[in-house]
């Protein structure tokens, strides 16, 4: 009698581009089973203390690594992300929204200040955006001001309706940290400024932070719907025009929010 055939599977591999902290390539690694112990291991001491709080930790900027626990969770994004940033200079934490928004299953709004803006590095990190043809997507960003027309200061996210991230980090080098010595602060040209950054799990304060970020958005729509109609023909200060982003077309990247993470 012939034996039943065995047919062998190669394990899943993860794409090459993935790492620990930047998994934006890997659709199945996702936010859904997420525990602030997975940050644990960006903080100086590598743990948390037996009290430590189970929806709640500060980090610190040049004491733990902050640039790379905000990589960890944006990058993790598959279903929503809701993000006010007052400085953003970042081009590394930039490259993982811009592949969000290529993702026509993942809702993102992100407002950005308006006097930041027309700042050199982050006017090119937005200009490089537009040179991409990024015009037309599922996602949207605006620039804008506060409803009474200050600076919107604002440096926060919503990510998946499950991590929130709060704090007076602002998106640049000096603002999260620059680890030049592997693992730890410190080395030639290291540079860091006193900051912190929250991550949240806490449900009430993520469902009041979720609708203040839509209501900030949305403040900001209306101010570049004043001033020309749609947020592309609001002025900045330097000239340079906010823009709409809608999804017109099918995504070239695997909707991250149809897997679990494994």
């Known amino acids: 009698m012939a034996q039943p055939t065995t047919i062998e599977t ?19 690694v996702t936010l859904q089973r997420f525990d602030l112990t997975d940050l644990e291991q960006f903080t100086q001491e590598k743990t948390y203390a037996t009290t430590a709080s189970k929806d709640f930790h500060l980090f610190y900027v040049g004491r733990d690594d902050v640039h790379d626990i905000l990589k960890y969770v944006l990058s993790r994004v598959s279903v929503s992300l809701y993000l006010n940033m007052f400085g953003f200079d970042d ?10 928004v290529l993702d026509s299953s993942i809702t993102m709004l992100v407002t950005l200040d308006r006097s930041q803006a027309g700042g050199q590095h982050e006017r090119a990190l ?11 997507f599922n996602t949207h960003f605006v620039i804008g001001q506060s409803e009474t ?28 940290g620059t680890f030049v010595v592997k693992e730890q602060p410190g080395g030639k040209g290291y540079k860091a ?11 009430d304060t993520i469902g009041r932070f ?25 002025q900045l200060p330097n000239g340079e025009r906010p823009y709409i982003r809608k999804r017109v077309k099918p995504s070239p ?7 679990a993470k494994k």
């Open 149 to 176: 027309h200050q600076i919107s200061h604002t440096k926060g996210f919503v990510a998946d309706g499950k991590v929130a991230g709060e704090g007076s980090t602002n998106w640049s080098g000096s603002g999260e």
């Open 10 to 28: 190669a394990a899943p591999t993860k794409p090459h581009n993935t790492t620990l902290t930047n998994a934006i390539d890997d659709p199945t």
């Open 210 to 234: 979720t609708a203040e970020l839509i209501a900030e958005h949305m403040i900001a729509e209306k101010q570049a719907a004043a001033t020309g109609g749609t947020a592309k023909q609001q």
């Open 91 to 100: 081009n590394e934490l930039n490259d993982i929204l811009m592949k969000i």
């Open 193 to 203: 400024q006193n900051n912190t950054q929250s991550i949240i799990t806490d449900p």
């Open 126 to 136: 937005l200009q490089a955006d537009k040179e991409h043809n990024l015009a037309l």
């Open 253 to 259: 990247y695997p909707a991250k929010s149809h897997h």
